[in-house]
């Protein structure tokens, strides 16, 4: 039955059903598949998985329109509010065809639901026990990325990159991956993941409404909000007619560019009225600073002149006040020397004490004027 052959007819609605899958080509089968089991999501049971495993199986889709299959349903099941399968679930499908591609639909359907909701540790947990047997599948490894991400564990950046290299990896793996970086804000470069990731999808031809989503978040925190408001307004062209809950997430988005747009012009007009005013303070400020440097040096200058006057004047007194005394000390020498003179030529006894008598007169005037001389000096260094 894996070469697309119908299986078995067992009612009008299952022959209806198979002639619908045969018709159809590639995606088409997903859409048929998603429609037909799609009110059983609405309902307490979740018997419409084992009916999927079975058709599946029977028109042997490829793992591509699996995961598409089982990730609309989830959503849809997600929407309607039904419970996450239970081990009586997974009891009841096995029972009835226990084999990889069962095992695995309800690996994808039970692993979307969780991403879905983002139980993160819940997720991480199943995901150690899935990848035992599903190492190599793409969707495996990328919801095991995405709770490592939100989680913040510490190999989460290593499983992204190894879900992305994975070689079956497709649009719904990506996308897995795209809002596992979405949440990982704890990355130095998580803006620039994004949008490299967003580009591989869109040279893949696997862009859609959410891509663009994603990449105006990611211009969002790049700060680019031209770029920004471009994507997301791309998202929200993309959306279907009722789709009310992406469409609010999507307008949420937007609201949020245009507020930080808003935001990011009034920090820079704050920052240039700060920066103005910080430039006027300056300027005052050096030029007061200016004003008293240069008062204070003409003070310091005036007052080195007038010092300056004080010591030539003291220089010039003591100059002469030296001159004055070496005058007196060669007149002392030559008085001295002329009363000498006399002492030796004098006759008798009368004329020398004569003599000695003009000698000593002279010492004590000489001294008298000295004592006067450096008197009046002191006076007027005193003075001055």
Not at 131 to 157: I, P
Request: glycine content about 6%.
């Amino acid at each position: 039955m894996s070469d697309g052959v119908p299986p078995q007819r067992q009612s009008p609605e299952r022959d209806e059903l198979a002639e619908r899958m045969a018709a159809a080509s590639g995606m088409e089968k997903v859409t048929i598949l998603v429609d037909h089991l799609a009110p059983g999501t609405s309902q307490p049971s979740s018997a419409w998985v084992g009916e999927l495993v079975s058709l599946i199986e029977d028109f042997g889709l490829s793992i591509p329109e699996i995961r598409r299959a089982t990730t609309d349903l989830a959503w849809i099941a997600r929407i309607n509010a039904q419970p996450y399968l239970g081990d009586d679930d997974w009891t009841r499908v096995l029972r009835a065809s226990n084999t990889r591609t069962a095992r695995l639909c309800l690996v994808y359907i039970q692993g979307q639901r969780l991403r879905f909701d983002y139980r993160f540790e819940e997720l991480r947990r199943r995901c150690l026990d899935w990848l035992t047997e599903f190492e190599d599948d793409a969707l495996v490894r990328s919801l095991a990325a995405f709770a490592a991400l939100g989680s913040r564990s510490s190999n989460g950046l290593n499983m992204f990159r190894r879900a992305v290299d994975a070689p079956d990896a497709d649009g719904k793996s990506n996308q897995v991956c795209l809002t596992a970086i979405w949440f990982a804000d704890h990355l130095p470069e998580q803006p620039q993941m994004m949008l490299r990731l967003a580009d591989e999808m869109m040279a893949r031809g696997q862009e859609d409404e959410v891509v663009y989503y994603r990449r105006a978040t990611a211009y969002r925190k790049l700060r680019q909000f031209d770029e920004a408001l471009f994507e997301i307004d791309r998202a929200i062209d993309g959306l279907g007619v009722g789709d009310v809950l992406r469409h609010e997430q999507f307008t949420q988005e937007r609201r949020a560019i245009v507020l930080a747009q808003d935001l990011q012009r009034q920090i820079e007009q704050s920052a240039e009225s700060v920066a103005d005013a910080i430039t006027r303070r300056v300027d005052e400020r050096v030029a007061a600073a200016s004003t008293e440097l240069e008062n204070r040096l003409n003070e310091a200058s005036l007052r080195l002149a007038q010092r300056v006057d004080v010591a030539q004047e003291m220089v010039s007194s003591g100059l002469l006040k030296m001159v004055e005394i070496l005058g007196l000390f060669v007149a002392l020498v030559g008085f001295v020397v002329g009363s000498g003179s006399v002492v030796v030529k004098a006759h008798d006894f009368g004329e020398r004490a004569l003599a000695m008598s003009l000698v000593l007169g002279g010492s004590v005037i000489f001294f008298v004027l000295l004592r006067l001389v450096t008197s009046v000096g002191r006076r007027a260094r005193a003075n001055g």
